[in-house]
């Protein structure tokens, strides 16, 4: 059966300025916004809790300005979100749901 999960929880928003854990666990990214100073920004956003987890999102954003791509339906994370940003990526902001592995009637919540 396919795992299915449950973002009904607050919304949560995480302001980054170095490579970091953005969540632990399941969760629905719905918004990111990145700038930078000096030369282009980049942002590498991963499913785990480190670079070694799949890449499921690059952002990159012009010299001197912020970019926020449109992620109509999110993007699924199931182990956590780890951000990987470049030297001068000045600021990003990540919006997400943290998300809840649920099982449907007769499911035992596993692939």
Do not use: W
């Amino acid at each position: 059966m396919k795992t299915r999960y449950d973002f009904s929880a607050p919304p949560r928003s995480v302001e980054l300025a170095s490579d970091q854990v953005v969540h632990r666990g399941p969760c629905l990214l719905v918004g990111v916004v990145v700038s930078g100073v000096g030369a282009a920004a980049k942002v590498q956003l991963h499913d785990g809790i480190d670079t070694n987890g799949e890449r499921r999102l690059t952002v990159q954003a012009p010299d001197t300005y912020s970019f926020s791509p449109e992620l109509k339906g999110g993007i699924e994370f199931r182990s956590g979100m780890y951000a990987n940003l470049n030297a001068v990526t000045d600021l990003t902001t990540v919006l997400y749901y943290p998300g809840a592995m649920v099982a449907g009637p007769g499911e035992e919540g596993s692939d």
